[in-house]
T-cell receptor, first 113, second 109 residues
Framework: SQTIHQWPATLVQPVGSPLSLECTVE??????LYWYRQAAGRGLQLLFY??????ISSEVPQNLSASRPQDRQFILSSKKLLLSDSGFYLC????????????FGNGTRLTVT | GEDVEQSLFLSVREGDSSVINCTYT??????LYWYKQEPGAGLQLLTY?????DMKQDQRLTVLLNKKDKHLSLRIADTQTGDSAIYFC?????????FGSGTKLNVKP
């Protein structure tokens, strides 16, 4: 069966520090991978999605970047965090089938101080 | 991006039915989904419906789709306190998934 791992679960970082959040998927190959941000415990904003290694699409211009160095690994990064980067970050995967839903990780709570 | 809208709050009594509504804008969406999020957790898939269907039932859950009005609803029968959570509808548009703002369901005993 497929599983998704996302870490760390919580993170407190000072303004101006770098960020690296990692997500890995097991039990499937060539998944579509996604990063979402959820602010104030409510709506989800699509940040990045990837349909293959090295293929990243950005939905919203921002202080963040994403990379996919391996088939089942997706990394969210920032060189210098802003206060507005605080939020709940969710990684998700799907397969390349029209009915395939998104499957989410448990999320990372990021607080920028 | 696409606009998916939901009402923010719903409060019901235990044992009553809950109906959570959603409107979407992209008529080309082929699948529509309902997710549940409990505090501090990721989103859990509840059910989904293909756009050429009007209704789908899965135990206590009933999904209704009005494609003409782009309106989706989730009915939870015999709502329990464990159903208290945030519920999101989502549409799939060429492998990009867009979510509503979520409806917080509060179930009173």
């Amino acid at each position: 069966s497929q599983t998704i791992h996302q870490w760390p679960a919580t993170l407190v970082q000072p303004v101006g520090s770098p960020l690296s959040l990692e997500c890995t998927v097991e039990g499937t190959s060539n998944p579509n991978l996604y990063w979402y941000r959820q602010a104030a415990g409510r709506g989800l904003q699509l940040l990045f999605y990837s349909v293959g290694i090295g293929q990243i699409s950005s939905e919203v211009p921002q202080n963040l970047s994403a990379s996919r160095p391996q088939d089942r690994q997706f990394i969210l990064s920032s060189k210098k965090l802003l206060l507005s980067d605080s939020g709940f970050y969710l990684c998700a995967w799907s397969v390349e089938l029209s009915y395939s839903p998104l499957h989410f990780g448990n999320g990372t709570r990021l607080t920028v101080t | 991006g696409e606009d998916v809208e939901q009402s923010l709050f719903l409060s019901v009594r235990e044992g009553d039915s809950s109906v959570i509504n959603c409107t979407y804008t992209d008529s080309s969406s082929t699948y529509l989904y309902w997710y549940k999020q409990e505090p501090g957790a990721g989103l859990q898939l509840l059910t989904y419906i293909f756009s050429n269907m009007d209704m789908k039932q899965d135990q206590r859950l009933t999904v209704l789709l009005n494609k003409k009005d782009k309106h989706l609803s989730l009915r939870i029968a015999d709502t329990q306190t464990g159903d208290s959570a945030i519920y999101f509808c989502a549409e799939n548009n060429f492998n990009k998934f867009y979510f509503g703002s979520g409806t917080k369901l509060n179930v009173k005993p």
